[in-house]
């Protein structure tokens, strides 16, 4: 059974720094594109960032560019998501995504084929 996990979550305050990681089980995904989405309440899943099969390319979106960074450990199967400076905005349930081929890249949920369960992430002000 394929299954993605994150981990990492929790409470910070604004201005601190969380590191979220992606453990995949069942399939290795060293030759997927992979990715890491977030959902607010009362709002729809939106992209944060994604990294190619072999980490020498990533994409983010424009919110966080400079604060966070994606990455991963293929001989881990995991991967990460480094946050800092984070901001009150950035509070809401991430989620990691795979692809079943190389492709990588997409900005909308429907470019992932495997999700995890999500892991919350709050941020006070």
């Known amino acids: 059974q394929v299954q993605l996990v994150e981990s990492g979550g929790g409470l910070v305050q604004a201005g601190g720094s969380l590191r979220l990681s992606c453990a995949a089980s069942?399939?290795?995904?060293?030759?997927?594109?992979m990715g890491w989405f977030r959902q607010a309440p009362g709002k729809e899943r939106e992209f944060v960032a994604a990294?190619?099969?072999?980490?020498?390319?990533?994409k983010y979106v424009d919110s966080v560019k400079g604060r966070f960074t994606i990455s991963r450990d293929n001989g881990e199967n995991t991967m990460y998501l480094q946050m800092n400076s984070l901001k009150p905005e950035d509070t809401a349930v991430y989620y990691c995504?795979?692809?079943?081929?190389?492709?990588?890249?997409?900005?909308?949920?429907?470019?992932?084929?495997?999700w995890g369960q999500g892991t919350q992430v709050t941020v006070s002000s």
């Open positions: 990294v190619n099969w072999s980490g020498d390319n990533t």
């Open positions: 069942g399939r290795t995904f060293t030759n997927s594109g």
């Open positions: 995504a795979a692809t079943s081929s190389r492709r990588w890249g997409s900005r909308s949920v429907y470019g992932y084929d495997y």
